[in-house]
């Protein structure tokens, strides 16, 4: 599991280690990882290193001293290096120790203003930037001068014919560090060299999709790191998600890894009970009843001979893809499952229809997974003021709020899909591509969280009596699998929401053989 850790977190780990050790004996370890990450880059472009140029844009905190000892180093490797000096005083010893190798340094700032134009003919000459204005000790958006700086080289850098290489240090200065807001400009980063453990923003959208590739610099707190605060936010690798599988054992049968009831699909939506029930069997599902009109049914038993009609025992459920709430026969229905789930302390995923049909206050078995817009509608249900574009621009907030306001686990879709639930942190998991975004495939994932949760259930219930998050982190495991099915069915070209779940036995046939 990738685990990010809030700046108070990192500064608490550090504490210690900075009293023990010589002066910036950290910035120097971390300097050194920065430059090997820039001169490793540059290769992988082709570029000569002597007569490279490199740009540094230094701010006043120790985020500006990481990049004035990286740029001492890459000087004496016989790079061409540029330290634009952004704030009024800067780090003392690794400016002299830049200047000593050979750095050109550039004074730019005269007490509140900074000279945009001199900043901008340094930024012409050079193929890298390495943007340490601001690192973990920022509090909000880049304040003026600094704003209207990143604004001018975003410019710069958009009208470039050769857009330069931008590394970001520690995180792509500005954006909120803890919780992946933007509250005002950034420059968007190739790299991001972060130092010790990844930062919430450089997961969490939509900051995270600024930071490009992310490099963690161990600086031996790991170990401190795990003793303190919990992570505040996550990310599940392939592995995390081949432990959670629910792989069925020799003395298994099909009640015992889990029947899923469904509740899709309507006269007007019959193919979204189609797509549903394709993500589940492809997901491995012990057994599938329907529930719902003969249309859909049909449809589905022509296309799933397997899918058992009618009522009977499930293990969990899933409801509301393909309901509109609105029709009397359909919400009666969506009603009806949940009120026997919560009588019967079952798992359920509700999705679509059947996010406007829940009581005021849910277990924490229950998993919702809305869009940005279903979010917003369920949020308002709630009695907060809020819409769609509110909802993607701080989708944290949101999604916390969701939380707190019906006492469920939420899954929030998008190009970066979030869960969070209670307690625990909230998963971040962007295993997908923009191709996924097309009619039904939410529909699919509906279907594969079904599936989990009812080959799961039994531990569920034990876990939520403890306060644990299993059900947070099996919706991240599906959100997981739906993104990679989505990218496997792509091949980088469209795919629909049938190809999607078409592509989830692959998937999930190489994650339990370990691949990466
Ligand atoms: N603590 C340590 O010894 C280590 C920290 N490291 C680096 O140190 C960084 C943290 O350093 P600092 O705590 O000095 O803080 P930063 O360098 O992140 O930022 C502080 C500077 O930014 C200015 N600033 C703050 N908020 C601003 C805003 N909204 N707009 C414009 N300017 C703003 C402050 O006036 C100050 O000059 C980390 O991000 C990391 O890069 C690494 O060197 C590893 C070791
Ligand atoms: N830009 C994107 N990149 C990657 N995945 C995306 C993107 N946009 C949407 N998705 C994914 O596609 C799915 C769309 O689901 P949803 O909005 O419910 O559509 P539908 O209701 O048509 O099934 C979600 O799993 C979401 O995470
Ligand atoms: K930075």
Known sequence: MIRAYPAAAIQAAEEPVLAATPADALMVQAAGALATTVLRELRALGARRPGSVVLLLVGGGNNGGDALYAGARLARRGLVVLAALCAGTVHERALATARSAGVEVHPLRSGA????????TLARRAGVWVDALTGIGAAGGLREPLAGAVRALDDERLASPDEPLVVAVDVPSGIGVDDGALPGPVLPAHVTVTMSAPKPGLLLPPAAALAGRIEVVDLGLDAALAAGAPETAARLTAADAADLWPVPGAADHKYTRGVLGLVAGSARYPGAAVLATSGALGAGVGMLRYLGPPEPAALITARHPETVPGPGRVQAWALGSGIDPAAADRAAAVREA????????????????????????LPATTLLTPHAGELAALLRSRGHDVDRAQVEAEPLRHLRAAVDATGATVLLKGATTLVAGPHGPVHAQADGTPWLATAGSGDVLTGITGALLAGCAAELRSDTRRGGDLLARLGATAALVH????????????????????????????LIEGEP
């Open 113 to 120: 203003e900074l000279d945009v134009l001199a900043l901008l």
């Open 483 to 510: 993104g990679r099915a989505g990218v496997r069915a792509s091949g980088g070209g469209p795919a629909g929401a049938t190809d999607v779940a078409r592509a989830v036995p692959g998937v999930v046939r190489e």
């Open 338 to 361: 949940l009120a026997q789930a919560l009588a019967e302390d079952l798992p359920v995923v509700a999705d679509a229809g059947a996010l406007a049909l829940l009581p005021e206050r």
